[in-house]
């Protein structure tokens, strides 16, 4: 389904076990639909519900139901989520909206515990998350690819130059051969003339004549066949030449690449065991995060219906409510194990949680490095191996042909030889055919004959000649296409060298463009500016130190007398946080076009800020979505102006 044609339509959402859910249906219209109530109503868990219809793996299961389900439904479509126990894990199936929802959790889904958020809010460097979806391993093996075959028509341009560089010795032979056959023909013509007249002058029998014509004949024929042989025995010598040629390249090649010094399968082995590490790493990701998200929301009141705990005094406690327990107590009866613990353990043991998935996320992006080098290492090592198997393969071949044109060469000697020896017995027979008054003719004749045989071979020399310069210059004709695909793959090259820059660049100015306008929008009187800046750093990558773009989130302020200052992201605000969290996250949703495959946008826990600033963020935040959905306090609801939907009861 087209984005454009979802955003036009209401949304149903059937969920059951989901967060805290036991069923409940609703339905969200296209724009703003604020999701009013107090804490524990399951606004949070509604939003877990559609997050895990349109494809997210992070909402929870209800903690005593062992399957939860959602429904979708758009007009005639409609897209599952089933949700299963599997011991301590979730397993998730079903045909929800995206089948990738890397993106949206990342950029759309936008609840308290969302990665984009939090990473704001502890100072972590932005880079990483606005570049996790960018599969760089694929944009490097188009580059390796496009660059081979940019050396290739590099290769075969160069060539295209040097025979073009061959036209005029081509041009030059072909008119030196013209100018020579034409000369050998007026020779020809001329020693025609002079037999002629001797023929003339002669009185002889027919038969006589007959026969003497018959010998020079014989004689032509085998000196026709020593010219041919010549030919063969030159074409074979310069075969040989070539081929010897090659040889001693093959062997430089040889003797310059040494093998390979590992072996890739063992490579593979490591690659193997470094990927099952990264899916245990995705798997235990997932899990802290729904672990953590869970529990955010127990301590938040919503989610589970929960009985909160008061410390017994002697006599029967009583269920208080849960506010009047988060006021009057440090204890709450954990939602794990059942007994009476101290609210700041459970707040102590979320923060450890939250520590260990920031190791778990390093030591992931630490292992996608390495499998990313070895990957590389491997190819390289292929490629080595390969072009050295097929110069070994080629000098075998290259040896066998030696020896096969070495052979042909012998053979063709003493055939020509043969021919040779021919060639003298049958001048021998003209002479006695012709003794003694026919001297002079048989010197004619044998003038003659050499004359036709070397007007042949300049006729034959000549066709070539003028083949090899048709063929010349239609491979030059070439040339140009060659080059229009060569600047095409460098046009190419550099989009894909400059790609990650410019989605790193397009991020920072996306975040400063929306972070001024919000700011503007929201009116912190002592916030003059909040922007992320781009710089090179040196980090470790596997065993080597490559340099990696960083982004650096800085804040301006100013006194009460209008002087600014420079401040550091520690320092501002809970509220400011928040909204810079959310300015952040809208910039990934706007640069990696999530909105063209998911219009939706979800909000929570937006508390801390106050609610005009809230309602401010929502009008801001509703031109980028075609459904925004945020789930607000009563008095929080009440400032959003403008039209919207509101649900009340979940």
């Known amino acids: 389904m087209e984005p454009k044609m979802l955003s036009e339509s209401p949304v149903r959402v059937h969920a059951s076990n989901v967060g805290g859910i036991d069923e409940t249906e609703v339905q969200i219209q296209p724009g703003v639909t604020v999701l009013s109530g107090r804490n524990a109503t399951n606004r949070t868990s509604f939003l877990q519900a559609l997050m895990a219809g349109l494809g997210s793996t992070r909402p929870s299961l209800k903690g005593d139901a062992a399957e939860g389900r959602v429904e979708l439904t758009v007009g005639d479509e409609t897209y599952t989520r089933t949700l299963t126990r599997r011991g301590d894990?979730?397993?998730?199936?079903?045909?929800?909206?995206?089948?990738?929802?890397?993106?949206?959790?990342?950029?759309?889904?936008?609840?308290e515990n969302n990665e984009s958020r939090r990473a704001v809010a502890r100072g972590d460097d932005l880079r990483e998350i606005i570049m996790r979806p960018v599969d760089t391993d694929q944009i490097e093996a188009e580059i390796?690819?496009?660059e081979s075959e940019k050396d290739d028509l590099d290769d075969r341009i160069s060539g295209l130059d040097q025979l073009e560089s061959t036209l005029p010795d081509l041009e030059a032979r072909r008119d030196e051969i013209a100018a020579e056959l034409e000369e050998a023909r007026a020779d020809l013509a001329d020693a025609q003339e002079a037999i002629d007249e001797l023929d003339a002058d002669l009185e002889e029998s027919r038969s006589r004549k007959e026969e003497l014509e018959a010998a020079f004949q014989r004689v032509r024929e085998a000196r026709s066949e020593v010219e041919d042989l010549t030919f063969e025995i030159e074409t074979e010598e310069s075969t040989l030449s070539e081929l010897r040629s090659e040889r001693t390249d093959l062997e430089a090649t040889l003797e310059e690449s040494e093998p390979p010094d590992e072996d890739p399968e063992r490579i593979d082995g490591r690659l193997t065991e470094l990927r099952e590490r990264k899916r245990a790493l995705d798997e235990t990701l997932n899990e802290l995060g729904s672990v953590i998200s869970f529990n955010e929301e127990m301590l938040e009141g919503d989610g589970l219906d929960v009985a909160f705990g008061q410390r017994s005094n002697g006599d029967d406690a009583e269920s208080n409510s849960v506010t009047d327990e988060l006021l009057g107590t440090d204890e709450v009866v954990c939602w794990t194990c059942g007994s009476e613990v101290e609210r700041g353990r459970i707040d102590d043991t979320v923060d450890a949680l939250r520590d260990l998935r920031g190791e778990r996320l390093e030591e992931r992006n630490e292992v996608r490095d390495r499998i990313s080098e070895l990957t590389s290492k491997r190819s390289s090592i292929e490629t080595q191996r390969a072009e050295r198997q097929r110069a070994e393969e080629r000098l075998e071949a290259v040896e066998a042909e030696i020896e096969e044109v070495k052979d042909r060469i012998e053979a063709l000697e003493?055939?020509?030889?043969?021919?040779?020896?021919?060639?003298?017995?049958?001048?021998a027979e003209t002479e006695d055919v012709g003794a003694g008054e026919y001297d002079e003719v048989i010197e004619r004749h044998r003038e003659a004959n050499e004359l036709e045989l070397r007007v042949d071979r300049l006729e034959s020399d000549l066709t070539e000649v003028?083949?090899?310069?048709?063929?010349?210059e239609t491979k030059i004709d070439e040339r140009e296409t060659l080059r229009e695909r060569?600047?095409?793959?460098?046009?190419?090259?550099?989009?894909?060298?400059?790609?990650?820059?410019?989605?790193?660049?397009?991020?920072?100015?996306a975040f400063n463009e929306h972070m001024a306008a919000v700011l503007d929008v929201l009116g912190y009187d002592n916030i003059d500016r909040i922007w992320i800046e781009r710089r090179e750093s040196e980090v470790?990558?596997?065993?080597?130190?490559?340099?990696?773009?960083?982004?650096?989130?800085?804040?301006?302020?100013?006194?009460?007398?209008?002087?600014?200052y420079r401040d550091t992201v520690d320092h501002l605000s809970e509220s400011e946080r928040e909204v810079t969290g959310l300015v952040f996250a809208l910039?990934?949703?706007?640069?990696?076009?999530?909105?063209?495959?998911?219009?939706?946008?979800?909000?929570?826990?937006l508390e801390a800020i106050d609610s005009d600033r809230i309602a401010a963020m929502v009008e801001y935040l509703r031109e980028y979505a075609g459904?925004?959905?945020?789930?607000?306090?009563?008095?929080?609801?009440?400032?959003?102006?403008g039209d919207h939907h509101t649900v009340e009861s979940i």
């Open 587 to 605: 910039a990934g949703y706007l640069v990696h076009d999530v909105y063209e495959t998911l219009p939706f946008m979800v909000l929570d826990s």
């Open 89 to 111: 894990t979730i397993a998730f199936g079903g045909d929800p909206y995206l089948d990738d929802p890397e993106l949206a959790d990342l950029f759309a889904f936008l609840l």
């Open 627 to 641: 459904y925004l959905v945020v789930a607000l306090l009563p008095e929080d609801a009440a400032a959003i102006d």
């Open 486 to 509: 060569r600047e095409a793959v460098a046009d190419e090259l550099t989009d894909l060298r400059t790609r990650v820059d410019r989605i790193e660049a397009d991020a920072v100015d």
């Open 540 to 564: 470790r990558e596997g065993r080597r130190k490559v340099s990696r773009a960083r982004f650096d989130l800085h804040v301006v302020r100013s006194t009460d007398d209008g002087s600014a």
């Open 144 to 146: 390796r690819e496009l």
């Open 466 to 472: 003028e083949a090899e310069i048709d063929e010349t």
């Open 414 to 427: 003493a055939e020509r030889e043969a021919a040779e020896t021919r060639v003298r017995e049958r001048e």
